[in-house]
């Protein structure tokens, strides 16, 4: 019955290329091989110890905000609505992971992994609950919505007597201690996140996520349920953005409800407009930059916010869909690009010595 | 009497909320942006009043006309060169929503440059013993406040209601391609729409600072939430609605600070939002318009 329904409609003539391109752009080994390769590259000087603990650092900040970045771009890119409150969901997680860390008893070993899988279970709960209502609205209202329920976190983190206020709560975690298995984590985490995204996003749920960004009442009138896959994609997305939250509580250390208000969520915005709404890639390489930038430009951090903003006003009068749009980056597509020049190029230099 | 000087305390704060609602209100009903920026137009025009008062030294009501003026300047000229280029290609609404948070972010880290992030403080604007409303006696600011509010209202009704310009725009937001047919030029509506809501904002700016007199790069960022929440509340859209919805959030603020909840405040304005989109989601003066196919 379903498969019928999803059958239906005749695909346009653009559709089918879209479709032929997305089949060519199947997970292949290559890829599994190409992010085993960049684990690598940082992987074993983390271990060798030439990499000190202030760049490992950033390296693990970098793996957080690529696990931010895309699954906020799940939401904002794929599905077509603006939630502004993902830093909301990623303190959840944050205190969660840290607290179970804290008072569970269990080795660190045991309790590390554990906690993360909770606070992204507890944000993922908070999504659900925030989600079911919030859903009902879309477009602005839903920005709004989502904005009002990020601050009401914060204010709720800081009126909870167990969260430690805005004093803030140090964690205690031992992880942090080991730069190479911390990295591990990390990487392993934001390249499932991309996975994830990926395989969702070319599945059949993923079609139909895209179909109602694209026009919802057409995608309603064509049997999708709309709101189950809003509430599905919203759901996944601020688990993954607590898996995140658990990942930072162990990095920073400290835990204040200030990180994490409306400041960090339009940071976050920035990252997933910048790289492409709707391309996964492109988040993964916006979210490294806009993580990397700030430590280079370390001179400048007072100019950097105006920068920023200067570029997303840019970014969006001159290329609204994101630098990257909806494209992938790929290995094959660089090769052909380059092969595409050279290759002229030779030809080009054959013509001059004829 | 406390529990009515509390009231009349909230009314005071709701009517600036609903000064700076206004600007979000108008702007909205035509073309359908949250201007994220108007939160912090407040923020400039408390600058600028600061800079005309205390480094100028200046008179008040000069300090007034320069804060009116130069916001209304900002106002048109953010428009002209941040959303116009997006507004008439016809860009979806997330880009021009995002666009709004740029120009907001420029803003505060603008004036966080040119003054630092360190508050400033302004002098007290409205000196005077309180004065007393039909025998309640009530702060000098909350009496100000209260009836510079409700006159700007009733002056912006008016304009909305009886003028050229007024009809202008109330065919814009109705249907802008059918007013431009009518030979509306709809760009300077939008234009003169951002000027008279930057306008209210720095009005709002002034009797705020006479209420709160420390002034910093980040002030518009919950005021102008909390403002907008007046105008969803109110009713997107709707100018009695905005004013409504400003003074419910001033009330619920107060008498939540009365009860010894000040620092939950914030959720519970939010909460209010969230209730009322939830059971009225065109708030509760809006029209509820049936999405058409």
Not at chain 1, 193 to 216: C, L, P, W
Not at chain 2, 198 to 225: D, F, Q, R, T
């Amino acid at each position: 019955m379903e498969k019928q329904t999803m059958d239906l409609p005749a695909p346009p003539p653009g559709c089918k290329k879209r479709l032929q391109r997305l089949r060519e752009q199947s997970p292949r080994l290559r890829n599994l091989l190409l992010v085993a390769l960049l684990y690598a590259v940082f992987a074993v000087p983390i271990a060798g110890g030439s990499i000190n603990r202030y760049y490992s650092g950033i390296l693990i900040m970098i793996c957080i905000n690529v696990i931010l970045t895309v699954s906020l771009n799940l939401v904002s890119g794929f599905l077509g609505q603006l939630v502004l409150g993902h830093a909301g969901f990623m303190s959840v997680g944050a205190y969660a992971a840290a607290l179970f860390a804290m008072h569970s008893g269990l080795p660190p070993a045991v309790s590390f992994p554990l906690g993360l899988a909770l606070g992204g279970l507890t944000a993922a709960l908070f999504g659900f609950c925030i989600g079911v209502p919030a859903l009902r609205l879309h477009g602005d209202y839903l920005a709004i919505i989502t904005l009002g329920f990020g601050e009401i976190i914060r204010v709720l983190i800081l009126a909870v007597p167990f969260t430690g206020g805005a004093r803030g709560l140090t964690v205690k975690t031992t992880i942090s201690r080991r730069p190479f298995a911390f990295f591990t984590w990390a990487f392993a985490l934001a390249a499932l996140t991309a996975f994830v995204v990926y395989a969702f996003i070319h599945s059949r749920h993923g079609r139909a996520v895209v179909a109602i960004r694209e026009d919802e009442i057409a995608a309603e009138a064509s049997g999708i349920n709309t709101t189950y896959y809003k509430l599905m994609t919203f759901v996944l997305s601020a688990f993954m953005a607590g898996v995140a939250g658990g990942l930072y509580a162990s990095h920073v250390g400290a835990l204040t409800p200030v990180k994490f208000d409306f400041n960090y969520s339009t940071e976050i915005l920035v990252m997933v407009v910048l790289g492409g709404m709707a391309s996964i890639t492109g988040s993964v390489v916006s979210a490294t930059v806009l993580t990397v930038l700030p430590e280079v430009l370390r001179g400048f951090s007072a100019y950097r916010m105006l920068a920023y903003s200067i570029i997303l006003i840019l970014v969006m009068l001159f290329r609204p869909s994101g630098l990257m749009g909806e494209r992938e980056l790929s290995i094959e597509k660089l090769a052909g690009f380059f092969r595409a020049r050279f290759g002229a190029r030779r030809a080009d230099g054959g013509k001059g010595d004829a | 009497m406390g529990f009515l000087s509390q009231i009349v305390n909230g009314l005071g704060i709701g009517s600036i909320y609903a000064l700076v609602a206004l600007g979000y209100s108008m702007v909205y009903g035509i073309v359908q942006l949250i201007n994220f920026a108007h939160g912090d137009i407040i923020m400039v025009g408390a600058y600028v009043t600061y800079l005309v008062l205390v480094v100028a030294g200046a008179p008040l009501w000069v300090a007034v006309v320069a804060s009116l003026a130069f916001c209304a300047l900002a106002g048109v000229g953010i428009e002209r060169l941040a959303y116009r280029r997006l507004l008439r290609k016809g860009a979806p609404r997330i880009s021009l929503l995002i666009t709004a948070i740029g120009v907001s972010i420029f803003l505060e880290n603008l004036f966080q440059l040119l003054f630092t992030s360190s508050a400033k403080s302004m002098p007290n604007l409205f000196p005077g013993p309180p004065v007393s409303l039909g025998g309640l006696q009530v702060g000098r600011v909350t009496g100000i406040t209260l009836v510079t509010a409700v006159a700007l209202m009733a002056l912006l009704q008016l304009l909305v209601q009886k003028s050229r310009m007024g009809k202008a725009m109330r065919a814009a937001s109705e249907d802008t391609g059918a007013a431009k047919l009518m030979g509306i030029n709809t760009d300077t509506v939008v234009a003169f729409t951002f000027a008279v809501g930057s306008g209210l904002a720095a009005v709002g700016a002034i009797l705020y600072c006479g209420a709160y007199p420390l002034i910093n790069p980040y002030m518009g960022n919950l005021l102008g939430l909390k403002a907008f929440v007046a105008a969803v509340l109110g009713g997107i859209g709707s100018i009695p609605g905005a004013m409504l919805g400003g003074f419910l959030i001033g009330v619920a603020e107060s008498l939540t600070k009365a009860a010894g909840g000040s620092q939950i405040t914030d959720a519970v304005v939010f909460g209010i939002l969230i209730l009322v989109l939830l059971l009225r989601p065109a708030g509760l003066c809006g029209k509820n318009v049936r999405e058409k196919v």
